[in-house]
């Protein structure tokens, strides 16, 4: 078991760059969540996906973040035009839907700052 | 709206003594309950949870205890080891399966 796998660990931009996060879930999960943390914060929702199927995105996922999960296994967190505001910890997980009561494995995160 | 509150954010506790770390919801469609702990620059490790069908789970020396009148969920953690300093989250999930987390508590283990 490889875990749940998230590259690059660290990633530091310019305000109004693009960046794109990758994540590698456990491979027999279908769904994998994307989440966010901040300093002194809990992981904040931003989105999950059962599948392919992108089946929630909260509010706080503005137009200027996407996410996509082409084939059902590992999913691509993209930023647009970058904010200091987005600066964060953007955690993945993964979990098995139909295994009973859902566990959430998370991987190490990607921390980006922007400059 | 804040819906997992932990509002205890830290707790120093000897080595070998009880470490009490409590939770406290607001939305009653919650119906699953988990515990995670983190270390610096790790994602979130799953420790311990609980169904709302139950008051209690022990798992070794943590336990997690569900008062649903309440809406209150408390882990202890008997007897404490200075590994478990960490931040500890409380998560909860209902009718749509994502996890709602807490703003965590950091709790050092000394000897």
């Known amino acids: 078991d490889t875990g749940v796998s998230q590259d690059p660990r660290h990633k530091i931009t310019k305000r109004g760059q693009n960046v794109t996060f990758r994540c590698d879930p456990i491979s027999e999960h279908n769904r994998l969540y994307w989440y966010r943390q901040t300093l002194g914060q809990g992981p904040e929702f931003l989105t999950y996906f059962q599948n392919e199927a992108q089946l929630e995105k909260s509010r706080l996922l503005s137009d200027r973040f996407s996410a996509e999960r082409p084939k059902g296994s590992f999913s691509t967190l993209e930023i647009q035009r970058t904010e200091q505001g987005d600066s964060a910890m953007y955690l993945c997980?993964?979990?098995?839907?139909?295994?009973?009561?859902?566990?959430?494995?998370f991987g190490s995160g990607t921390q980006l700052s922007v400059l | 709206d804040q819906q997992v509150k932990q509002n205890s954010p830290s707790l120093s506790v000897q080595e070998g003594r009880i470490s009490i770390l409590n939770c406290d919801y607001t939305n009653s469609m919650f119906d699953y309950f988990l515990w995670y702990k983190k270390y610096p620059a790790e994602g979130p490790t799953f420790l311990i949870s609980?169904?709302?069908?139950?008051d209690k789970n022990e798992d070794g020396r943590f336990t997690v205890f569900l008062n649903k009148s309440a809406k209150h969920l408390s882990l202890h953690i008997v007897p404490s080891q200075p590994g478990d300093s960490a931040v500890y989250f409380c998560?909860?999930?209902?009718?749509?399966?994502?996890?709602?987390f807490g703003t965590g508590t950091r709790l050092q283990v000394f000897p």
């Open positions: 997980a993964s979990s098995l839907r139909g295994a009973g009561e859902e566990k959430l494995f």
């Open positions: 609980i169904s709302s069908i139950k």
């Open positions: 998560a909860a999930s209902g009718d749509t399966d994502k996890l709602i």
